[in-house]
């Protein structure tokens, strides 16, 4: 009896140390409440993360007052230029393009200021130069909007390093501590706060995409407002242009008479 006695109070007190320790091994881990809470339980390259999340926000609200059908051609400076390429004055409408931001006004200034300096200059290469500029013009306007789908490829990749980063912590310390039950614990409470970096990188990465493919369209259709416009330029130059050759074969005709 006495040594039933014994063997129950040894076992008991044994139970009661295993429980001491696990409920000191096993201390619940800190679930983030805010969602500043959240974003620091992510480690550091949650800065990265949110530095790229600040410039796609500015980038965003740039893109949407820039990227307008007004910064492309308006409609009082083309019926300006209708008027003015028909009367021939092209140092009248070479100084209003210089006073005009639109896309197409540099086009038009470009233009009339090779043409007005080299009369000589046929129309092919007066088109040549409009065609150019419209292109480097162009290809601005789709470059510009390539930082977004930067940002969408490289955010997951920042956030995806970040989740490793965490989760090599974690088994750090999971190797570090000896007791078996609390293992677990550690490795899921490590993972998780590991995984959201994965989260913000995927949450900003979409975010980017979908705006970039808005974003795309609306270049697109702006480089087609800016070829019609151009063409429409392009159009009554080569009138004047035509009306100019005529005049002249009908002076070398009369010599010949003569």
């Not at 091994?25 to 949110?50: H, N, R």
């Amino acid at each position: 009896m006495k040594l039933t006695a014994y063997s129950l109070a040894a076992l008991f007190s044994t139970s009661t140390l295993w429980a001491q320790d696990a409920t000191t091994t096993l201390s619940p881990v800190k679930v983030p409440s805010t969602l500043l809470d959240l974003v620091k339980s992510g480690g550091y390259t949650m800065i990265a993360l949110g530095a790229m999340s600040v410039i796609t926000v500015m980038m965003v609200l740039i893109y949407l007052i820039t990227l307008r059908r007004g910064t492309i051609a308006s409609a009082h400076f083309m019926n300006t230029a209708d008027v003015l390429l028909k009367k021939r004055d092209y140092h009248g409408l070479l100084a209003i393009s210089s006073r005009h931001g639109e896309m197409v006004a540099r086009i038009v200034q470009r233009t009339l200021d090779f043409a007005t300096r080299n009369p000589s200059a046929s129309f092919a290469t007066v088109r040549e130069i409009a065609q150019t500029e419209g292109s480097t013009l162009a290809a601005s306007l789709q470059h510009r909007i390539v930082y977004l789908a930067d940002i969408a490829m490289l955010s997951p990749m920042v956030g995806l390093l970040g989740t490793v980063i965490g989760i090599i912590k974690s088994f750090g310390t999971l190797a570090s501590n000896t007791s078996p039950s609390a293992r677990p614990m550690l490795l899921a409470g490590g993972v998780s706060e590991a995984l959201i970096c994965t989260a913000a990188g995927l949450i900003l990465g979409i975010t980017a995409m979908a705006f970039y493919s808005l974003f795309r369209g609306k270049v697109q259709g702006l480089i087609s407002d800016l070829e019609i416009a151009s063409s429409h330029i392009l159009g009554l130059l080569a009138l004047d242009y035509n009306k100019k050759q005529d005049t002249a074969s009908k002076a070398f005709a009369s010599e010949d008479e003569f």
